[in-house]
């Protein structure tokens, strides 16, 4: 870790009752929570998720042409008050695509960074409503390097994990988080600061959000998992010293985001149908949705990877059917293909972060792998009309979706061997 000359001194969480659509409301009760409770100086106070607008599916867009307002005015506030601000807002980047819920870290000279959540609560339909996030890095600023996190994220700790290694020494959590599962809340705050040493500043509403109940308890918690402080279920703003001296104190011995050793072992990816199938029938048992691609990957170039991650962000799991050498020479692909072999093809895929699971198939095409595995999501290129799909039809009939996935122009695996040919012959 590499903290800057300055570190925050002091964090703090403002707590509140959010009204859903009630923008004003929802500003004047941050307003006097900081007349009433004014910080210190340099103080770095966090948010509720949707901390001005609160959810209301039906006002989503009306909330995302509200963001820059709101910013600007925590900007005011920021100044005004000699502190730093952060909390989520909707975030809409692209006018036809669904917007994100995005963290916003603002200081007295403006806007520092954003984090979009990664992770959506589709318990709450929220799927249905944002876009997740497609990666998260530290936020740095003049007074240290802080990572953000929104609500359900706090369940994924490779997250924070992440976030750690990159050098973030706080991390901020913006909730909105039910009191049904209070101790939920209470025990991953303390565990992502245990786990990471660092700094967790979780602000969560309180209160009612529409029908729901807040848990409130916001919490500031040390590397230690020690809680420097800890509201109730009233309103107000918790504010707690921070200590650089402790965040390193405590990394001085031992420091596990700081330890990544790879210990996988990727050719254990690449198994056969039979093998396969009661390890989807495991994953598929805690709920994940499985896709499914398909090709000859002989070469793997640029293409071939954007295409795989986009297969598998549909997803919570990528299977790839592989075609065997036999299978290709089937495709009519030209003389000297595949130039790689199937097993060499096969290890090339299965160290690809995004890739599963790959399965080797002999037939023309994988029809029979599909109808076997019957993925929830089926993935081909835009190039193939959708009746033209293999096993398009069983997968749909099944209840599943097909996706068709726009390619890198100018990427293939034949223009790639004629750039080799053109060189040599040169």
Same mark, same amino acid.
């Given at each position: 870790? +590499?903290?800057g ?22 500003? !004047? *009760? ?8 004014a910080?210190? +100086? ?6 509720p ?39 989520? &807002? ?20 403006g ?12 318990? #709450?339909?929220?799927?249905q ?6 990666? *998260? *890095?530290?936020?740095? *600023? ?34 909105? #988080? ?10 991953l ?44 279920g009233e ?17 001085? &011995? ?8 790879? $210990?996988?072992?990727? !050719? ?8 396969l199938?009661?390890r ?19 070469l ?32 009519n ?30 037939d ?19 190039? #193939?009309?959708e009746? +033209?799909? =293999? ?8 209840g ?10 100018? $990427?293939?695996?034949? =223009?790639?061997?004629? !750039?080799?040919?053109? $060189?040599?012959? $040169?």
């Open positions: 870790m +590499q903290p000359s300055k570190f925050f001194p002091a964090a703090a969480c403002a707590q509140f009752q959010i009204e859903p659509g009630n923008i004003k409301g929802n500003i !004047t *009760s941050l307003k006097h929570l900081l007349e009433q409770q910080p210190a +100086q340099d103080t770095l106070l966090v948010l998720e949707m901390w001005a607008t609160g959810f209301s599916y039906p006002d989503t867009e009306s909330f995302a042409a509200a963001t820059p307002h709101v910013l600007e005015l925590m900007g005011k506030l920021a100044a005004q008050h000699g502190i730093f601000l952060a909390g989520s &807002l909707t975030n809409k980047k692209v006018a036809a695509d669904l917007p994100f819920n995005t963290l916003y870290l603002v200081g007295p000279q806007l520092l960074g954003q984090a979009d959540k990664q992770y959506l609560f589709s318990h #709450w339909q929220e799927d409503h944002y876009q997740p996030g497609k990666g *998260s *890095s530290p936020i740095d *600023s003049q007074m240290g390097s802080v990572g953000g996190m929104v609500c359900y994220d706090l369940r994924f700790p490779e997250l924070a994990r992440s976030l750690a290694f990159g050098g973030c020494q706080i991390l901020l959590i913006s909730a909105q #988080w039910p009191m049904s599962r209070l101790l939920h809340w209470q025990t705050v303390r565990a992502r600061a245990i786990e990471n040493q660092v700094f967790v500043v979780a602000s969560n509403a309180c209160g009612t959000s529409g029908k729901m109940q807040m848990a409130g308890h916001s919490l500031i918690v040390a590397p230690d998992g020690s809680i420097l402080a800890e509201a109730e309103e107000g703003i918790v504010t707690a010293r921070l200590d650089l001296q402790m965040l390193k104190e405590q990394r001085r &011995l031992f420091c596990p985001p700081g330890e990544r050793p790879w $210990r996988f072992h990727d !050719t254990a990816k690449i198994s056969t149908l039979e093998e199938l009661p989807l029938a495991a994953v598929r048992r805690q709920g994940s949705r499985i896709a499914f691609t398909n090709g000859c990957f002989d793997l170039h640029a293409g071939h990877v954007s295409y795989l991650e986009e297969a598998r962000r549909g997803a919570d799991c990528l299977v790839v059917g592989l075609n065997s050498d036999s299978s290709v020479r089937l495709q692909k030209g003389d000297g293909r595949p130039v790689n072999t199937e097993t060499d093809r096969a290890r090339v895929l299965a160290a690809l972060g995004c890739v599963d699971f790959v399965v080797l198939f002999d023309p095409t994988p029809l029979a792998l599909i109808k076997a595995i019957l993925p929830e999501v089926l993935v081909k290129g835009a190039d #193939w009309p009746e +033209q799909i =293999a096993g398009a039809a069983e997968v749909k009939a099944a599943g979706e097909v996706r068709r996935i726009e390619l890198t122009p100018g $990427r293939s695996t034949s =223009a790639l061997i004629a !750039t080799i040919k053109n $060189r040599v012959a $040169r």
